[in-house]
Nanobody, 124 residues
Framework: QVQLVESGGGLVQAGGSLRLSCAAS????????MGWFRQAPGKEREFVAA????????YYADSVKGRFTISRDNTKNTLYLQMNSLKPEDTAVYYC?????????????????WGQGTQVTVSS
């Protein structure tokens, strides 16, 4: 089992920045690929970014490429999402997720453990 707790969400103006964190506990964090997903009201959950177990491979949705950066600190069992140049369309609940594999995927169905989510609201 892996327990995930997100933090760092909030209200920010367009063009601003936020950094989300996801603290993991339970089985060995460093052996899991991790991902960030988001879900806006009335929309399906969508892929944002993912990172391999060792941090050496990262993947991004086209909509956030160049603005968001995913990273991890295996010594702290923590996953991060640095979000810059935020847009109103980035408004959503952001979830971190863990795979029972070292290699990331961009489909929510490939992830086994989920956090409770943190709200990000970007005002125009």
């Amino acid at each position: 089992q892996v327990q995930l707790v997100e933090s760092g969400g909030g209200l920010v103006q367009a063009g601003g920045s936020l950094r989300l964190s996801c603290a993991a506990s339970g089985r060995t964090f460093s052996s899991n690929a991790m991902g960030w997903f988001r879900q806006a009201p009335g929309k399906e959950r969508e892929f944002v970014a993912a990172i391999a177990w060792n941090g050496l491979r990262t993947y991004y949705a086209d909509s956030v490429k160049g603005r968001f950066t995913i990273s991890r600190d295996n010594t702290k069992n923590t996953l991060y999402l640095q979000m810059n140049s935020l847009k109103p369309e980035d408004t959503a609940v952001y979830y971190c997720a863990a795979r029972g594999s070292m290699f990331p995927k961009d489909s929510a169905n490939e992830y086994d453990y989920w956090g409770q989510g943190t709200q990000v609201t970007v005002s125009s």
